[in-house]
């Protein structure tokens, strides 16, 4: 199996910064892509930013230009650093990654972390 682990989630004031970082680990084989996805209340899970093993990166609209992701490939590790945050960057952020399994078949499955909880607030 494999596992996610999410951590650096905070309290933190508006204008504020938070690093969050995300370790995989398993029967690993490789890892296609990792990201960091977030839920607020009242509100469907959406997509924050992804990377791949390559390098690739895509952000939601809402946090260009303040969000950057980064990713370890030696470590199986990702990082979302934050900048700039705002109340509306409040939510349970959870760790992705899609696996290419150590196994016979090379199976490629979803994993999702337990999550960390972000919270922007004077």
């Known amino acids: 199996q494999v596992q996610l682990v999410e951590s650096g989630g905070d309290l933190v004031q508006p204008g504020g910064s938070l690093r969050l970082s995300c370790v995989a680990s398993g029967s690993i084989f490789s890892i296609n892509a990792m990201g960091w996805y977030r839920q607020a209340p009242e509100k469907e899970r959406e997509l924050v930013a992804v990377?791949?093993?390559?390098?690739?990166?895509n952000y939601a609209d809402s946090v260009k230009g303040r969000f950057t992701i980064s990713r370890d490939n030696a470590k199986n590790t990702v990082y979302l650093q934050m900048n700039s945050l705002k109340p509306e960057d409040t939510a349970f952020y959870y760790c992705n990654a899609e696996v290419l399994l150590a196994s016979t078949y090379r199976a490629v499955r979803n994993y999702w972390g337990q999550g960390t909880q972000v919270t922007v607030s004077s």
């Open positions: 990377i791949t093993s390559g390098g690739s990166t």
